[in-house]
């Protein structure tokens, strides 16, 4: 039975979930879920998730939420499949460190600026330049910190692509359409990190989605 993911292709956790099928070059269907009709706070779709929040996973009988958990079940279930996304042994704590990192340092503040610089545009709403200020403050500190890991390894968890990176791709690729790209350029292991992964065929195919 092939897999389904219930979603929207202008979801940022949806298209983390996306992301790591195509990077393990698995089959799986896309239920689109229409959020302006308010679909996701529909019983059907609460029945499976409860929050109302996208995306919900199917494989099987079984049925997940959230998408860094449903990227983690794809990655360990399906190792033999792709890229690899995790590792073994030592290695993979340090890849749970920065997948923390990205779920409570990085994607809150991206969150937030994605909100002001990307979202609010499209919906014709005046962006609020204090909001924006005092993120890209903290956003700066934050990368200051990628710079220093990334003097140190390829990629955030270890020499080799991981879920620690991919999961940072949605809002990343969405704040290097505005101007806090110089965030990212002007810090040079950054810089090449982002080109790097932001290239990767299985993120092209997600962007495809997108732009359908």
Known sequence: MVMKVHGSVLSTASMRVFAALYEKDLEFEFVPVDMRAGEHKKEHFLALNPFGQVPAFEDGDLQLFESRAITQYIAHVYADKGTPLVCEGKPMATVGVWMEVEAHQFDPLALKLQWELVIKPMLGMAMDAAVVEENEAKLAKVLDV???????????????????????????????????????????????????????????????MRNQ
């Open 146 to 208: 990628y710079e220093a890991r990334l003097s140190r390894s390829k990629y955030l968890g270890c020499d080799c692509f991981t879920l620690a990176d991919l999961h940072h791709l949605p809002t990343l690729t969405n704040l290097m359409g505005t101007p806090l790209k110089k965030l990212f350029d002007a810090r040079p292991k950054v810089s090449a990190w982002v080109a790097d992964i932001m290239a990767r065929p299985a993120w092209a195919k997600v962007l495809a």
